[in-house]
Nanobody, 119 residues
Framework: QVQLVQSGGGLVQAGGSLRLSCAAS????????MGWFRQAPGKEREFVAAITWSGGSTYYADSVKGRFTISRDNVKNTAFLQMNSLKPEDTAVYYCAARLPQADDYDYWGQGTQVTVSS
């Protein structure tokens, strides 16, 4: 079982930056692909970014491409989401998640962290 504990987030003005962290324990971190998702009030959860187990490939939603960067440190068992040029529409609860490469879905989820971007 993998446990994911998130940190970071908070309130920032439009144009600002935040970094989210997702620390993993209880499993072999570098066996898992990692992803970030978000859910805004009244909306469904949506994909934000993902990174392969090695960090060799990354994927982004069109809405965040060029502004957000996903990364991971397999020594520190932590994944990150660097968010720059934040917009009010980025306001949401952000979740990290872990998935084995052969799995169809993300099996393990962090507790979520609020990101609020003021205009």
């Amino acid at each position: 079982q993998v446990q994911l504990v998130q940190s970071g987030g908070g309130l920032v003005q439009a144009g600002g930056s935040l970094r989210l962290s997702c620390a993993a324990s209880g499993g072999t971190f570098d066996s898992y692909a990692m992803g970030w998702f978000r859910q805004a009030p009244g909306k469904e959860r949506e994909f934000v970014a993902a990174i392969t187990w090695s960090g060799g490939s990354t994927y982004y939603a069109d809405s965040v491409k060029g502004r957000f960067t996903i990364s991971r440190d397999n020594v520190k068992n932590t994944a990150f989401l660097q968010m720059n040029s934040l917009k009010p529409e980025d306001t949401a609860v952000y979740y990290c998640a872990a998935r084995l490469p052969q799995a169809d879905d993300y099996d393990y989820w962090g507790q979520g962290t609020q990101v609020t971007v003021s205009s």
